[in-house]
């Protein structure tokens, strides 16, 4: 089983920046990869970016460009500097450990999420 704690949400104005983190515990496997997903009410969750244990990366087409994902320092740690942000980009953030096949496909792992809230 695994664990998943996010942090660094919060509300901001449009062409801000937010910081979100992820702390993964549990039964995790060293070629595992991280992402993040986003969802908001009426709507699917979907992915933002995922990263793999190698440093490899996908965004989606909406983030790109605005969005860095990152391995932290600690160990199964994932970061998500977000800049430039849009009111599209209010959501429930979603930190998940899955696995990489050339792009991120998520485990169902899922913690208790971290609101973003952006302002026009």
């Known amino acids: 089983q695994v664990q998943l704690v996010e942090s660094g949400g919060g509300s901001v104005q449009a062409g801000g920046s937010l910081r979100l983190s992820c702390a993964a515990s549990?039964?995790?496997?060293?070629?595992?990869?991280m992402g993040w997903f986003r969802q908001t009410p009426g709507k699917q969750r979907e992915l933002v970016a995922g990263?793999?244990?190698?440093?490899?990366?996908n965004y989606s087409d909406s983030v790109k460009g605005r969005f860095t994902i990152s391995r932290g320092n600690a160990k199964n740690t994932v970061n998500l500097q977000m800049n430039s942000l849009k009111p599209e980009d209010t959501a429930v953030y979603y930190c998940?450990?899955?696995?990489?096949?050339?792009?991120?496909?998520?485990?169902?792992?899922w913690g208790q999420g971290t609101q973003v809230t952006v302002s026009s």
């Open positions: 998940n450990v899955g696995v990489w096949a050339g792009s991120y496909l998520p485990l169902n792992n």
């Open positions: 549990g039964r995790i496997f060293s070629n595992n990869a």
């Open positions: 990263i793999s244990s190698g440093g490899n990366t």
